[in-house]
């Protein structure tokens, strides 16, 4: 079967095991699915969109509950959709970040961080992690008082990770929020690999502003995001429109400048609705996914040489291991290579690591049923067997 000329049909999550870090969170629901199917023509939410003309406003389908609902999901006072986090950071820079400002990130900022920060002229500072690969207050606090004495003011904006894309450790934002406050920099919250997945709660955290991946992380179709904030940043942040045509006169009624009036359309938002009532409900299973992660992790760093790089019991399961000790090893002598691990996996049906990696890599369990998780245990030890790695027993 295929979709076309030349566009085969994908059937990754049919046919295999999937352990991509950035594909777990965001596999479809099957309402999702039907949500795709029957809303996939172009501007299919429009049909009963009605003054004041915004798709926020939609009432029929329920996108106006849908906000609602997503704003009190984050403990935050308001929500708008987006299409990809990247344009929740793009949002939020645009706003409060002027030529020249400062800027904090971090050492785990992702670069669609540091690229809207750029797109607005603010130059970036990042705020280094510790040995431990957390983000501490305490550097934060450093790394404020630095910036600002070189820079001859405070930075416009502070952006942190709740969970960063490359240990998948989660750090202290509650504290690092704390502390920018106590300078009077507002708090851009990055929850792409959190919100969906774990409970967040924005009012908790001290978050100005909250970010969310719906691809990534809450069963969406791409590209889907949600973007929050406090009433105390809503009017800026969601500011209307004041232009005027010169010669028509025209105005444009409540269109959000920074949204261009309308986001998600069509199947982005209708996918993002229908797959909500499932993401609130496993957001409280979190748990299990961190507990079946665990098992793999536990399994994997028994094999001699092997070593979890991300903090250890998990707290997320997006997870980087370093098997230069073992693996890599074994890829010497293999005749495939560095591509024997994922040749294995896949024979295995598993799949999700970065082909030809054998030091180190990631893999992010989300989502996965306690049978394939023992699997998938399972089949990393017969692998390391299978190529005489000792194996630790216990
Ligand atoms: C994936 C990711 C993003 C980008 O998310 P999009 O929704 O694709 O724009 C941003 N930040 C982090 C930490 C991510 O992991």
């Known amino acids: 079967m295929n979709c076309g000329e030349g566009i085969d049909t994908r059937l990754i999550e049919e046919l295999f095991i999937n352990l991509d870090p950035i594909q777990a969170g965001g596999r479809l629901s099957a309402d999702a699915m039907k949500a795709v199917l ?3 023509d172009g501007y299919s939410v429009c049909d009963n969109c009605e003054k004041p003309f915004r798709l ?5 389908p329920p996108l106006a509950r849908f906000h609602d609902e997503l704003a009190k999901f984050l403990n935050m006072d308001i929500a708008r959709l987006v299409p990809g986090a990247r344009r929740g950071f793009q949002a939020v820079a645009d706003t409060v970040v002027g030529k020249g400002d400062p800027v904090l990130l971090t050492a785990f900022s992702h670069y669609t961080e540091f690229l809207s920060v750029e797109q607005a002229g603010g130059v970036p500072h990042e705020v280094p992690a510790n040995d431990a690969n957390i983000i501490t207050a305490d550097a934060v606090a450093s790394r404020i008082e630095e910036v600002t004495r070189s820079a001859g003011k405070t930075p416009a904006l502070l952006y942190v990770e709740e969970v960063d894309y490359q240990y998948g450790n989660l750090h202290p934002v509650q504290d690092i929020a704390r502390v920018a406050h106590q300078y009077d920099i507002p708090v851009l919250c990055n929850g792409a690999y959190t919100i969906g997945i774990m409970p967040v709660d924005g009012k908790d955290i001290g978050a100005d502003f909250l970010v969310g991946s719906g691809h990534k992380s809450m069963a969406a179709p791409a590209p889907s995001g949600v973007l929050a904030t406090t009433s105390e940043w809503a009017d800026t942040l969601f500011r209307t429109t004041q232009v005027k045509g010169d010669i028509t006169g025209r105005t444009f009624g ?15 938002s209708m996918g993002m609705m229908a797959s909500f009532p499932h993401v609130r409900e496993r957001v409280k299973q979190y748990d299990q996914h961190l507990s079946r992660c665990n098992r793999i992790v536990d399994a994997l760093c028994s094999i001699e040489g092997t070593q979890v790089m991300s903090e250890y019991p998990r707290k997320h399961p997006l997870t980087r291991m370093n098997t230069t000790g073992s693996f890599d090893k074994a890829a010497k002598t293999n005749k495939k290579k560095g591509f024997f691990l994922i040749s294995a996996l896949r024979e295995r049906g598993i799949t999700g690591i970065i082909a030809g990696s054998t030091k180190v890599w990631k893999f992010n369990p989300y989502g996965i049923t306690e049978e394939q998780a ?21």
Do not use: Q
């Open 374 to 394: 023992r699997y998938v245990a399972d089949m990393f030890l017969e692998i390391a067997r299978e190529e005489g790695l000792p194996v630790k027993s216990g």
């Open 38 to 40: 029957a809303y996939g």
């Open 254 to 268: 409540v269109k959000e400048v920074e949204m261009m009036g309308c986001t998600l359309m069509g199947v982005t």
């Open 56 to 60: 926020d406003c939609i009432k029929k």
